[in-house]
């Protein structure tokens, strides 16, 4: 995949199609093994690994889809502002492994 931006895009087109659809399994796919989601201000997580994110998911599925506002990339960790498409807007800090899987999600929403 390479770049920041194609790569977030990915990722973000992944959660929207998931939200919309119902089935996390090509959003978790684009997760690391090891892959840890974080949610600051939020009264859930964190979560380590893909199928912890996938359990809590499927149980508590989100019913909001993200769009990019801007995106940076300070060394290997892609900062992303979006907005809630229902409102609210957050931030996010993505870092990736290697082969441009998902290792690490900080996502505050502000």
């Known amino acids: 995949m390479g770049s920041g931006p194609e790569r977030v895009m990915a990722y973000i087109d992944r959660y929207n199609d998931a939200v919309r659809s119902g089935s996390w399994d090509q959003y978790l796919d684009g997760l690391a093994d090891s892959v ?6 939020e009264q859930t997580g964190p979560y380590d690994g893909r199928y912890a994110i996938g359990d809590a998911y499927k149980a508590n599925p989100s019913n909001d889809t993200i769009s ?43």
């Open 36 to 41: 840890q989601m974080e949610f600051v201000g």
């Open 68 to 110: 990019v506002i801007d995106l940076s990339t300070e060394g290997s960790i892609d900062i992303v502002r979006f907005s809630w498409d229902r409102g609210g807007s957050g931030l996010m800090r993505i870092t990736w492994t290697p082969d441009d899987r998902v290792a690490h999600v900080i996502m505050e929403t502000t």
